[in-house]
């Protein structure tokens, strides 16, 4: 075969450090957009990002030549310089060390943008750590509980 195609699509979850809320409405759509600028400069297609005050959802179309944790590492290192910068009272504001990436077919992106767009909802049932760990095991991917938000 003479060309490469792909189609990567990738579900991205992080918290602020120490899940601490940083992230209110009056600043949250300008750090989401950043974030998608960040994005675009990278090879990367942002297909939705939200949150919450103490964590963000990515939707993101990575390209192959990019790797998930370079993808992550300009979005975080870009994200909260810009921060500190822009919002001088969020100097002590950081994002937490790790993250979950899921892979996402074509077919189910517009069930998870729809579940990215609708944050503030869902959370006003769940909290975070049950969100994050819930996604842990739907994946089934192995983990201490007691590492896990360290």
């Known amino acids: 075969m003479a060309n490469t195609y792909t189609c990567l ?4 979850i992080f918290s602020t450090k ?3 809320r940083w992230l209110f409405p ?5 750090v989401w957009a950043y974030l998608g600028g ?8 942002p297909l939705k990002i939200g949150g919450i005050e103490d964590h963000v959802h990515l939707v993101l179309g990575i390209h192959p030549s990019v ?7 300009s979005l975080k290192i870009g994200s909260s310089g810009w921060i500190h910068d822009t919002f001088p009272k969020m100097r002590e504001f950081g994002w937490q060390d790790g993250y979950a990436a899921f892979s996402v077919s074509k077919s189910q992106l517009p069930e998870i943008i729809a579940y990215v767009e609708n944050q503030r909802e869902h959370h006003r049932t769940k909290t975070f750590q049950e969100e994050y760990l819930a996604f842990l ?3 089934e991917i192995e983990f201490d509980e007691r590492y896990v938000f360290d």
């Open 9 to 12: 699509h990738y579900h991205i």
């Open 18 to 20: 120490r899940r601490e």
């Open 26 to 30: 009056d600043i949250e759509q300008r």
């Open 38 to 45: 960040i994005a675009h400069e990278n090879k990367i297609t």
């Open 67 to 73: 790797s998930v944790s370079q993808t992550l590492k």
């Open 137 to 139: 095991r739907k994946h």
